[in-house]
Each structure stands twice: as structure tokens, then as C-alpha cells.
């Protein structure tokens, strides 16, 4: 299953930090609920056997909904619970060789900071980038900001779906219109809201107003 650019309006990454008695797979089914239209699953702590249990069952949702569902970083991870895809970052494996682990039926998605590393994730076999952080963030220590010439460069110069991630949130996502992108990639926007759904709603209704859908 390779992805549509409509199936990125709403990129929802998963983060347990907010589960508050919750599971993250009730977390996930309220986003989906609110419209999600991607997840991705983003684990840095879980041991190997939770993680992949985890994805089987998360994946097994996001089937019920429509809605691709990738890892993030672990190939293993993605092959072994027959994910939908993966997402790497620029420190993690190749696109190239993430490409011929997964064969070419698997979504591949790629971060990118530079028209440079846009054009070479393209050319190595990605079905989408996410460009960022396009806004300060609290979610990833180590985040490069982009700015949104950057990020319009980007977009102007590949032809695979863009998505802006870093910061977004429903009060600053219209400041991203025209500049080419798809949909945003959202984690504490969503996962962090005292009413999941309803953020994920509202937050979905102002990317598509900002991008003009």
C-alpha cells in the first residue's frame, strides 16, 4: 500500500507521554475518530517484543479505519508486524536501503531539512517527506528548525507529497498556506488535548481551510 497525497492531511504521531491512565491504543481510535488520516508509530523506550505487539495491534485499527499506519525509524519493527510502511529520519537508514528491505509495495517516508536531502530521498525511493520543524518545538530535543522558505523550496523541488511537522497546532497552521505541502504531521497538536478527537477535528478542518481544500 503506497500513499495518496490525500491520505497525509492529517499525520498523526503517536507519543505516550499524554496517556494518563489511557492506552495508546484508545489515544489513537479517538484520533481517528477526529479524522486522522496517517499514524505513525513513534516508540523510543519499548522493548522489541511490546513494540511489535503494539503495532500489530494498532495497525489492526488503523485497517478498520482506512488509514495507512507506518513505523517510525524500525524496519524490523514495520516488516515483522506488516505495517504499511516507515518513517526515517535523516540519522537512521538510508532511503535506499530502507527501500530494498521493504520491498516496493511499502509506504517509505523520510525527514528532511534541505532541498538537498529532499531531492536525494526522492531519488532513493520515498513516497513522501516530512519537513521540519517548521514552527519551535517541544517534542523532539534535537529538532532543526525550517524555515518556511525552506520548506516551500522543498516542495517546489520534488514531485512526492510534502508534510510540514514541528510545532504546528490549530492557532498557527494557516501560516503554512501556499506553501506547497500537503498536510501536517502532528503529535502534542493531537495526543497532548484533553479531548483527542475534537482537536484532531478541529485541527483537520483548519489544515484543509489553510491549504485551500
Known amino acids: 500500500m503506497r500513499c495518496d497525497k490525500e491520505d497525509l492531511l492529517l499525520y498523526a504521531v503517536t507519543d505516550r507521554s499524554w496517556l494518563h491512565g489511557a492506552t495508546l491504543y484508545e489515544q489513537v481510535e479517538q484520533a481517528l ?7 505513525q508509530l513513534r516508540e523510543k523506550e519499548l522493548d522489541h517484543d511490546a513494540f511489535l ?8 485499527l488503523c485497517r478498520r479505519y482506512g488509514v495507512p499506519f507506518v513505523i517510525d525509524d524500525d524496519v524490523d519493527i514495520a516488516l515483522a508486524s506488516d505495517a504499511d510502511g516507515v518513517h526515517v529520519g535523516q540519522s537512521d537508514m538510508e532511503a535506499g536501503d530502507v527501500r530494498a ?61 510534502v508534510v510540514a511537522i514541528g510545532g504546528i497546532g490549530a492557532g498557527n497552521v494557516h501560516e503554512l498556506a501556499g506553501s506547497g505541502i500537503c498536510g501536517v504531521a502532528v503529535i502534542s497538536a493531537i495526543f497532548a488535548q484533553p479531548d483527542i478527537e475534537k482537536a484532531a477535528a478541529q485541527l483537520k478542518q483548519r489544515t484543509a481551510e489553510a491549504l485551500g481544500l
Do not use: N, W
Not at 475518530?33 to 499514524?39: E, H, N, S
Not at 505487539?53 to 489492526?60: D, F, P, Q, R, T
Not at 520515498?126 to 516542495?155: N, W
Open 33 to 39: 475518530k477526529g479524522g486522522a488520516t496517517f499514524v
Open 101 to 161: 528491505k521493504v520491498g516496493p509495495d511499502k509506504i517509505v517516508g523520510v525527514s528532511a531539512q534541505t532541498v538537498e536531502q529532499a531531492i536525494l530521498a526522492e531519488q532513493r525511493g520515498a513516497d513522501y517527506l516530512g519537513v521540519g520543524a517548521v514552527f519551535p518545538t517541544g517534542s523532539k530535543a534535537d529538532a532543526v528548525e525550517v524555515s518556511h522558505e525552506t520548506l516551500k523550496a522543498i516542495c517546489e523541488a520534488v514531485s512526492i507529497p
Open 53 to 60: 505487539a503494539e503495532a500489530v495491534e494498532i495497525m489492526a
